[in-house]
């Protein structure tokens, strides 16, 4: 039977921002190691958008020789402790699992995580000599540290060029606490510190230098990883009403400001009665549970679809479930209401039902006409996805598609020579482990033709 | 960290910082601005530049008293440092060619003077109407009287305190029916802004407002900046912060601004009590 992992009781855990999830003991991983078939063609591996050898890395624990395993991840991902806590293995790994035929699939995310939360077990990382060559890596996220590390190791002068104060990107402003401890992102970035990775804070490139200036600064090339930006907007009226908020805002606000612990921090947010948030992915989950933990009597998440539609992790649904929050399904927002005080009172939904599939294969949602809910809302919040952000293209030459994205191939060049890009800033917005991806691989490709 | 060189007092609680800056300094223009964590705990507070040197490396901001932050930067002196500052963000601004009026109300008088300057050194005659509550808090006179000739500058008093007693739409007005202005430039509380954008519309004349929404990050990424212009929502911080005046909605951004008076004040009195404290 695949192991449970110990989680504080749903209602208890909600009340603050500690992590929810508390792994595997060394027990449980040998025991869930032995579940695993040692497959000869592992599906696992073919579901891994980087391929890691799983059964490979399984074996190891089993074996209880973690080093090994660990070195194993390490040859595909240099971020097992944060890849294990938020891929959506259900959708890749586990989803290709042999095991998931007639029962449940190998916990394989846990056996990741596992491993990756113990990062001193694993051997030196061998390091090229240097090689002369310098590049700029814009954006600190996922995608711009994996690509710095990778390239650090292979004997470039590295600097990671980042808007904010700190570095992790949507891993510290936008995934909260409880699912991921800030703690383990510091610790990569401390990581590559020590491989010799320079970090600029407060630089925000295209603003404060850009493309041009970085070559003439003796930057031999550029790997773009800003990330998706701008929130996508509900288009309806009201939106824009005090206490009404994008997720990014909401999230940002307690993750990288720590509205929680205001006035000990000076960042305030709203805590409110009644929580609206719109959404069907991990950031509309990561909103619901956060605000829970600010004190929401009632919190409900208005999907248009039904819960099996939804594309957030199934992990993060049940814990969003298990902590109290209201699915509404089928229920789009047509109208945020002001208060007397100006600020969002209640919010109106349409009712929808499921109609024929559509492109991506899920039942469209149609409006039942003249069926219109209104429920109390004196916190709403979108979390419907993002565009890209406008400051990408201020960067440099490098070409961009015509929703404001960067054009790369699947190596990650653009149409300028010197740079490449990956990450939510080429894809839209996805996750963590293709933006990971996507950085190893440019990386690769930046080695072999800068070296070239 | 960035050093603080030089602090400048205008008024009982109006300050200009210059910070050490170099690369920001080479790449900033007018209308833009930075934004400020002052320490560890601290929020990200937009400022928009006041002045800056490329040559000598910084840049300067004004700021008033009011807040938590404010109040805490306006104890900061020459030596300390703030940790974080980011910029430039947001939008240069475009001025166009002909006569321009700068309106400046409050401490919007440190994003105005700028503009003045940059368009008067750029050639362009330059009418400065500069608004406030009382005598004691205008700001910049000196610096705005060196740049333009006499009767360039037309001075506003709430309270009639000094010069014209009344609000910047009527010396907007007087120059807008002699039909000497082509351009507007506002900058300062939501009300002034306005109504000097009411004024411009009924002449004609196209205005342009620099608008101080809140911010978070400042840089597209939370649209806690968001306003409505011309029935479309942009985010200050990366299509902005000026918009064509005329067709801001200003009621929304009010409501917007206000948002957080409570926790503001909340901050506030926590700093103060703190702080009085130590001092005991």
Request: proline residues 9%; glycine residues 6%.
């Given at each position: 039977m695949r192991r449970r992992t110990a989680h504080a009781r749903g209602k208890e855990r909600a009340k603050d921002f500690r992590p929810v999830d508390k792994g595997f003991t060394e027990e449980m991983a040998h025991a869930e190691a032995a579940?695993?078939?040692?497959?000869?063609?592992?599906l696992c591996v073919e579901g891994c958008p980087v391929n890691i050898n799983i059964p490979g890395f399984i074996e190891k624990i089993y074996e209880g020789k973690y080093g090994e395993g660990l070195d194993i991840i390490h040859e595909q991902s240099m971020l097992p402790a944060i890849c294990g806590r938020v891929c959506p293995q259900e959708n890749q790994c586990e989803g290709k699992c042999i095991r998931g035929k007639k029962g449940e699939p190998v916990a394989i995310g846990q056996l990741e995580r596992f491993l990756g939360?113990?990062?001193?077990?694993?051997?030196?990382p061998k390091m090229a000599p240097k090689n002369g060559k310098k590049v700029a890596v814009i954006g600190a996220g996922p995608s711009g540290i994996t690509c710095a590390g990778e390239l650090a190791r292979n004997g470039f002068d590295v600097t990671v060029f980042e808007a904010f104060f700190t570095g992790g990107g949507v891993l510290v402003y936008g995934i909260p606490e409880f699912r991921l401890p800030k703690a383990v992102v510091k610790r990569e970035i401390d990581g590559l510190e020590k491989l010799g990775v320079k970090f600029e804070y407060n630089s925000v490139v295209g603003r404060i230098t850009d493309a041009e200036e970085l070559f003439a600064k003796g930057f031999d090339a550029l790997y773009i990883a800003t990330g998706a930006g701008l929130p996508k907007f509900l288009n309806v009226p009201g939106e824009n009403l005090p206490n009404v908020f994008f997720a990014n805002e909401y999230l940002t606000r307690v993750n990288?400001?720590?509205?929680?612990k205001f006035p000990e921090f000076d960042t305030p947010t709203k805590r409110a009665k009644n929580v609206v948030v719109f959404g069907g992915g991990n950031v509309a989950m990561d909103s619901v549970r956060t605000a829970l933990r600010l004190g929401a009597e009632t919190v409900t998440l208005c999907y248009r679809r039904t819960e099996a539609e939804m594309p957030a992790r199934r992990a993060e649904v049940e814990h969003a479930k298990a902590e109290g929050v209201i699915i509404h399904e089928l229920a789009s927002p047509v109208e945020f209401v002001a208060g007397e005080d100006g600020s969002v009172c209640a919010v109106k939904v349409q009712n929808m039902e499921l109609g024929e599939p559509d492109a991506s294969g899920r039942r469209r949602p149609v409006p039942i006409e003249g069926s219109i809910d209104e429920l109390p809302c004196d916190l709403g919040v979108s979390a419907i996805g993002t565009n890209a952000n406008p400051?990408?293209?201020?960067?440099?030459?490098e070409k961009l598609n015509k929703w404001g994205y960067i054009e790369a191939d699947?190596?990650?060049?653009?149409?300028?020579?010197r740079i490449w890009a990956g990450g939510d800033i080429v894809t839209g917005a996805a996750t963590v482990i293709l933006a990971m991806g996507a950085g190893k691989k440019a990386a690769a490709d930046m080695t072999a033709k800068l070296l070239a | 960290m960035y050093k603080i060189l030089e602090k400048t007092q205008f008024s009982e609680k109006v300050f200009k910082f210059r910070i050490e800056a170099p690369e920001m300094a080479k790449h900033a223009h007018a209308g833009q601005f930075l934004m400020v964590r002052a320490n560890e705990t601290g929020e990200r507070v937009p400022f928009t530049f006041a002045d800056w040197n490329p040559e000598e490396g910084w840049v300067e901001f004004i700021f008033m008293k009011i807040g938590k932050t404010t109040t805490m930067l306006s104890t900061y002196e020459v030596g300390d440092s703030i940790l974080d500052v980011t910029g430039p963000l947001g939008q240069p601004s475009e001025l166009g060619d002909g006569t321009w009026a700068v309106i400046g109300g409050g401490v919007g008088l440190a994003i105005a003077y700028p503009i003045a300057r940059q368009l008067h050194n750029s050639g362009k005659e330059v009418h400065a109407i500069m608004g406030a509550r009382t005598k004691d808090l205008l700001l910049l006179e000196d610096q705005f009287r060196a740049l333009l000739p006499e009767d360039h500058i037309h001075i506003t008093t709430d309270d009639g305190?000094?010069?014209?007693?009344?609000?910047?739409t009527a010396p907007l007005e007087r120059l807008l029916q002699a039909g000497t202005v082509d351009h507007i430039f506002t900058v300062g509380p939501v009300p002034m802004m306005k109504f000097s954008a009411l004024t411009a519309a009924k002449y004609d004349t196209p205005i342009i407002a620099s608008l101080n929404p809140i911010m978070v990050d400042g840089t597209g990424m939370c649209g806690c900046c968001r306003v409505e212009v011309g029935g479309e929502t942009k985010f200050a911080c990366v299509d902005g912060p000026d918009f064509d005046a005329t067709k801001v909605n200003w009621n929304d951004l009010r409501a917007r601004q206000a948002a957080y008076r409570t926790e503001e004040g909340q901050a506030l009195k926590a700093y103060e009590e703190a702080n009085c404290a130590c001092q005991r």
């Open positions: 579940r695993c078939m040692r497959c000869k063609k592992p939360d113990m990062p001193e077990v694993a051997s030196e990288l400001m720590k509205a929680n400051i990408a293209k201020l960067i440099g030459p699947e190596n990650g060049q653009t149409s300028d020579p | 305190s000094y010069c014209e007693k009344g609000v910047v």
